[in-house]
T-cell receptor, first 113, second 113 residues
Framework: AQSVTQPDIHITVSEGASLELRCNYSYGATPYLFWYVQSPGQGLQLLLKYFSGDTLVQGIKGFEAEFKRSQSSFNLRKPSVHWSDAAEYFCAVVKAAGNKLTFGGGTRVLVKP | GAGVSQTPSNKVTEKGKYVELRCDPISGHTALYWYRQSLGQGPEFLIY????????DSGLPNDRFFAVRPEGSVSTLKIQRTERGDSAVYLCASSFSREYEQYFGPGTRLTVT
């Protein structure tokens, strides 16, 4: 069965500093990978996705993620965080179209002024 | 265009009661998913519809949970004899059947007292 691990439950970062959120997956083949963001009281918004090709993918809101097959990782980065980036971030995998997403436990990001 | 909508946004019910949660997917999306998100955790898959039929209901925790999608559009998640452990946010998502991206609604927060 596939699984997703987000090792960091909470991360606190200063506004303007860089951010990196870790995601590791366990799956027999290369899955399709996603990062979602959930602001308080909001639904899940897709930040970016990786299906194939270039292992560095760009998303919305200035986020990017890098797929590393050798490390089974798909880490999310942002060079300079804004106070509005405070939210919970979820990494997810799906093995094929029309299949369920398997989510990690999430990382809550707090932004200090 | 209109996104996925869910009603009600909040539902408080007493232990043992029956509840129905509604999901209205994005127009034209043939795939519809239900997930449950407990406090401090990532969403967990419940059931997936392709058209009117349940293609995968492996995530339903027990036979108190049931979902329908009679006309291939709106779906209703039904929970009988609610228990306090059913308290969670219930998320609905939809997609085109051959696409990997799932678009989420804002969720219904269910509280069982």
């Amino acid at each position: 069965a596939q699984s997703v691990t987000q090792p960091d439950i909470h991360i606190t970062v200063s506004e303007g500093a860089s951010l990196e959120l870790r995601c590791n997956y366990s799956y027999g083949a290369t899955p399709y990978l996603f990062w979602y963001v959930q602001s308080p009281g909001q639904g899940l918004q897709l930040l970016l996705k990786y299906f194939s090709g270039d292992t560095l993918v760009q998303g919305i809101k200035g986020f990017e993620a890098e797929f590393k097959r050798s490390q089974s990782s798909f880490n999310l980065r942002k060079p300079s965080v804004h106070w509005s980036d405070a939210a919970e971030y979820f990494c997810a995998v799906v093995k094929a179209a029309g299949n369920k997403l398997t989510f990690g436990g999430g990382t809550r990001v707090l932004v200090k002024p | 265009g209109a996104g996925v909508s869910q009603t009600p946004s909040n539902k408080v019910t007493e232990k043992g009661k029956y509840v129905e949660l509604r999901c209205d997917p994005i127009s034209g999306h043939t795939a519809l998913y239900w997930y449950r998100q407990s406090l401090g955790q990532g969403p967990e898959f419940l059931i997936y519809f392709q058209g009117t039929g349940a293609a995968d209901d492996s995530g339903l925790p027990n036979d108190r949970f049931f979902a329908v999608r009679p006309e291939g559009s709106v779906s209703t998640l039904k929970i009988q004899r609610t228990e306090r452990g059913d308290s969670a946010v219930y998320l609905c998502a939809s997609s085109f059947s051959r696409e990997y991206e799932q678009y989420f609604g804002p969720g219904t927060r269910l509280t069982v007292t």
